[in-house]
């Protein structure tokens, strides 16, 4: 939910902020940041309770669909998501 529902944009240049991870520059910059209404909490919220009451069905259908942590090195989810799709390793059914 922070990392969602605390995204700016300037309207000037285009260039996206966070207001924790990635604060603007200046305080010129801050303060004509917008926040697209879709990152308002409240949406979030419905479109996670929609994720929620789909994935299972989703993970049903795409049985053969494998998980990937991406909360790891941008290489290290490539070397593993290429190594899934060319040379697939086993694994076990969950």
Do not use: W
């Amino acid at each position: 939910m922070e990392r969602l529902s605390q995204r700016r944009t300037d309207p000037v240049t285009g260039e996206r902020y966070h207001t924790t991870f990635r604060p603007a520059p200046t305080p010129e910059i801050q303060a004509r940041l917008r926040q697209n209404p879709r990152d308002q909490e409240e949406n979030i919220e419905k479109r996670l309770e929609t994720y929620y009451r789909n994935v299972k069905d989703l993970e049903d259908f795409y049985e053969d669909a494998f998980y990937v942590n991406a909360d790891q090195d941008p290489y290290v989810i490539f070397e593993f998501i290429e190594s899934c799709i060319v040379k697939p390793l086993p694994c076990k059914k969950l």
